[in-house]
């Protein structure tokens, strides 16, 4: 008998305590990974256009929410009207008051990328270079 009230006070001792888990344990959360974007400053070369070879930088604000930015080229600071992702990269566009026109940029490249490649007016081959 009194091996059996032994055994039933373990077996309720047992069933009242709860083992630890992971869940409990003090160990803080990982850190959450910022996804990669394209806002930062890029210098930005556009080749061959009738005026010659274009350069400026870039400046992109904003995360994968949405992005807005500036031009800057031969002194002039340009807000840029949309900056829009693209399957494979952004589309950028702007009024250029220097040339009088709409100019849209087609930049392909990830946004972990350093170095993004397209056209200006589908004509003019660019490169975009995140500075560091």
Known sequence: M?????????VTLAACSSPRTAADSTTPPAAEVEAPTYAGEWDVVVRDTPAGTVTGSMILEGGPDGLSGKFLSNGRETTLRSVEPTEGGLKILFYSSEYMTDVYL???????DDELTGTA??????VATRKM
């Open 2 to 10: 009194r091996k059996l009230f032994f055994a039933l006070v373990v």
């Open 106 to 112: 087609n930049l392909n490249g990830e946004p972990s």
């Open 121 to 126: 007016l589908d004509s003019y081959a660019v």
